[in-house]
């Protein structure tokens, strides 16, 4: 078999970097994946080498630069080149990473609690690692003892272990919401603080072993590119590289990001106005609450937003990036929201499931007898015993409660999306899962050569990333993959060791903190979690998409499971969803290790590191909060600053499914629809797929119906109104710039969606502790036209100047 030359082995598509250090075509002659067996590890380190010794193109050698794919998007924006010489570890990358890491913590427990849930992004917490490193490396001596603190200039894998470390810690763990509302809801059974860190513990690293497990299936494929980090890998390349080569895109990146650090202020709290401006609203202030419910959306739980603009990016972009959404997933996004307004507006109005007695929108769980304007919030304490178990006399005398019924239509949206997906992956992708279950065959040396396998430090006979006969899979065929293998791989039982600690402190917690949740209930929360992050897996990692909500199945599961427990409810969910949702972070962070070329075991021990330390300074912030606001978080809208609606949606499914699902869920109650949606869900892909086998070439096979259908409920909580500019700066970025403008798109795009969103969060952070109270004051801007509460006939009223609908 002839030996092809680089450009026949990657194709007509050149390697290029977004630093435009990329790949000179050469008529030098390297083996394909088919033709090359790795026998030994010098082999291997042969190959790799050779790869890596041809990874830049200049801009001029640019022919074509179209992105039609992932495979694209990963070959032709992000470098593949690496210095192996690069160290990693020393005083400057764990002060910094741990710091970081205790920052990002913090700050993520404090958005936690906002209006808008927003998330801190790694490109926040890589550009502040990127700064304060290169501080440390410029002014600190590198001599005498100082030496240690300041080995080498600061290097490009350092930042981005610290940015790994920090990006582990920088997510509001899901055991805080538990406890949360154990204080506010529950407080005869609050957790004692030891307990409490541990379980934090134990329920953020049980997703970090499984994740572990599938690294086959949603790791190393190459169409598993991760999108959602591309902007900030991109941007660590750039930082990085040859500043000579690179001058524009850095100045594109610093004009964004000091122009939105320094305009920042104007929406957030000179001129709330600019969140949502409604030309609706602002004509008809005051008039009608059918407009403020279609039209308005500043405040949270408000209304839906339609024809509202958003001028504040810390909204458009809160919780996907609209500028690195794959154009398919923004597809489908608009198709959802059309859907979700008319869904909408037509269970309410047509007073679906008594609709019109209770807000359009909320969380909450309300009485029968409530009405327009009268909303009665349920008292959950009147119907549970001294043991937080349901007392069924007391619910005769309270009566069942209702929701919302726009909450009740996210309920049975993310149902139908989360069944519809294990059909739709089977049938659209169902070779980008066959290797899921790879890591059962480590089972069998593992067990008969253990004590070999305990020496961590000895370089593995065969490495698990290659296939039996040691070749590259042909689905991880691509110049990230190949250069990456000179670096040794993070054993299975690694993973597995982990999860067994994991549960094993989890088991001691559940029974030590009283939660009603035993031991085997535990054991099928980490089954389902495993098998939802294997299927759901794929939507993240090809579409970027995260909205695939777990939570109502498992919350479902448990119900039937163990009836009339909220509280043993609320911890089998955690267990189970929360180790999904982790599964999918840390899977972006060893993505992004690949990317940049951080060997595995650094980035395994920096993750756990991050985590470990995250979760500790989430649960001092959340008590912090908890305590210091307790009436803001539970009542029904909040204010521009604090909000209740994450624990509000929590306590109110907790009560719903672990206390009163029967009642409320089954075959002839007001909710049957819920649980039913389940298993009409497992049919809706069919449709399409057999109308993509008879026209294949009428993009039927572009309908992703999990993405499609979870957006139906997507409008039910927070601030709506920066949908409509989402979706303009999405239409810009994916289908203009990508399309037409392909060049521009490859040198900038990634590196302006990096600017805004590092400037914005940089501007949050100093407002929420200067100005927005999470130090301890609140300062208010003066009142004015651009941020009155009230309209102009006096009736309360929301930013956008929209009357205020949630009075009762």
Not at 274 to 302: D, M, Q, W, Y
Not at 570 to 578: D, E, G, K, R
Request: glycine residues 6%; aromatic residues 16%; contains cysteine.
């Amino acid at each position: 078999m002839p030996i092809p030359t680089v450009k026949e082995l990657v194709g007509e598509s050149e390697i290029e970097a977004v630093t435009s250090n990329a790949l000179s075509y050469t008529n030098e002659k390297i083996p394909t994946s088919s033709s090359i067996s790795y026998t030994n590890n010098e082999k291997k380190k042969d190959f790799v080498e050779l790869i890596d010794s041809s990874s830049s193109l200049d801009e001029d050698d640019i022919d074509d630069p179209e992105f039609k794919s992932s495979k694209d998007i990963v070959i032709k924006i992000i470098d593949s080149s690496d210095d192996p010489t690069l160290k990693v570890w020393n005083f400057r990358s764990v002060f910094l990473g741990v710091g970081l890491a205790i920052f990002g913590g913090v700050l993520q427990c404090i958005f936690y609690f906002k209006p808008q849930t927003i998330l801190v992004n790694g490109i926040f917490l890589m550009l502040i690692a990127y700064c304060l490193a290169e501080a440390m490396s410029n002014f600190i001596p590198r001599k005498g003892w100082l030496k240690y603190l300041n080995p080498y200039p600061f290097n490009k894998k350092e930042h981005v272990l610290i940015t790994i470390m920090a990006s582990a810690a920088a997510n509001c763990a899901l055991a805080i919401e538990v406890l949360a509302v154990q204080k506010l809801w529950y407080k005869n059974m609050v957790v004692n603080k030891a307990v409490a860190i541990f379980i934090t513990l134990a329920s953020q690293l049980l997703g970090y072993g499984l994740c572990g497990l599938l690294r086959n299936s949603l790791l190393y494929p190459t169409d598993m590119f991760y999108p959602n980090i591309i902007a900030q890998v991109s941007t660590i390349h750039t930082l990085h590289a040859d500043k000579t080569k690179t001058k524009k895109q850095l100045k594109w990146f610093y004009i964004c990001f000091t122009v939105m650090l320094l305009y920042e202020i104007v929406p957030e709290w000179m001129f709330p106005l600019l969140i949502g401006f409604s030309p609706v609203c602002i004509s008809h202030a005051g008039k009608n609450a059918v407009i403020s419910r279609l039209f308005g959306g500043t405040n949270n739980n408000e209304g839906l937003g339609f024809f509202s603009f958003c001028f504040d990016w810390n909204y458009i972009s809160s919780t996907a990036n609209p500028m690195v959404q794959p154009p398919v997933a923004i597809g489908n996004n608009i198709a959802g929201y059309i859907l979700c307004i008319a869904v909408f507006c037509g269970v309410y109005y047509g007073n679906v499931w008594k609709a019109k007695n209770f807000p359009f929108m909320s969380q909450d769980l309300f009485y029968d007898s409530s009405s327009e304007g009268n909303y009665l919030v349920y008292n959950q304490t009147l119907i549970l015993n001294a043991k937080n178990a349901l007392n069924e006399e007391a619910l005769k005398v309270q009566g069942i409660p209702y929701m919302s019924s726009t909450y009740v239509v996210y309920l049975i949206a993310t149902n139908l999306s989360v069944a519809s997906t294990f059909t739709y992956m089977y049938l659209f992708h169902k070779d980008k899962i066959s290797a899921s279950f790879s890591w059962v065959q480590s089972l069998k040396p593992m067990i008969k050569q253990w004590k070999k396998y305990l020496k961590f430090w000895v370089p593995a006979e065969h490495d698990q990333r290659l296939d039996s006969n040691g070749e590259v899979p042909e689905i991880c065929d691509d110049p990230h993959f190949k250069s990456y293998l000179k670096y040794e791989d993070v054993p299975h039982w690694w993973y597995f060791i982990t999860l067994i600690i994991a549960f094993i402190v989890a088991v001691v917690c559940i029974y030590e903190g009283n939660t009603g949740l035993p031991w085997w209930m535990l054991v099928i929360a980490i089954v389902i979690a495993f098998c939802l992050t294997l299927v759901l897996g794929g939507l993240v990692a090809i579409f970027g998409f995260g909205g695939t909500q777990m939570q109502t199945v498992c919350q479902l599961i448990g119900a039937y499971i163990k009836p009339g427990y909220p509280l043993a409810n609320m911890y089998f969910t955690l267990f189970s969803y929360n180790s999904v949702s982790q599964s999918f972070l840390m899977l972006q962070d060893l993505k992004q290790a690949e990317y940049l070329k951080l060997p595995p075991k650094d980035a395994f021990i920096g993750q756990v590191i991050g985590t470990c330390v995250g979760a500790i300074f989430n649960y001092i912030m959340m008590e912090s909060i908890v305590e210091n606001q307790e009436e803001i978080l539970l009542s029904i809208e909040g204010t521009a600053v604090w909000s209740g609606q994450n624990v509000q949606q929590y306590n109110t499914q907790g009560i719903a499914w672990g206390a009163l699902a029967k009642y409320m869920f089954s075959a002839d109650s007001t909710y049957k629809m819920v649980p039913i949606s389940l298993a009409i869900g497992l049919f809706i892909p069919i449709p399409f797929y057999l109308l993509h086998r008879l026209r294949p070439n009428w993009g039927f096979d572009k309908i992703n119906v999990p993405i499609m259908v979870w957006y139906i409920g997507w409008l039910c909580v927070g601030v709506n109104s920066s949908i409509w500019s989402f979706f303009i700066v999405a239409i810009l970025s994916q289908f203009y710039w990508r399309r037409y403008k392909p060049v521009f798109f490859k040198k900038y795009n990634y590196i302006i969606a990096a600017g805004l969103t590092g400037g914005v969060q940089v501007a949050v952070f100093i407002l929420s502790f200067a100005i927005f109270g999470a130090g301890g004051r609140t300062y208010n801007f003066p009142q004015w036209w651009g941020n009155y509460s009230t309209t102009p006939s006096g009736d309360s009223a929301n930013y956008d100047l929209c009357v205020f609908t949630n009075d009762g």
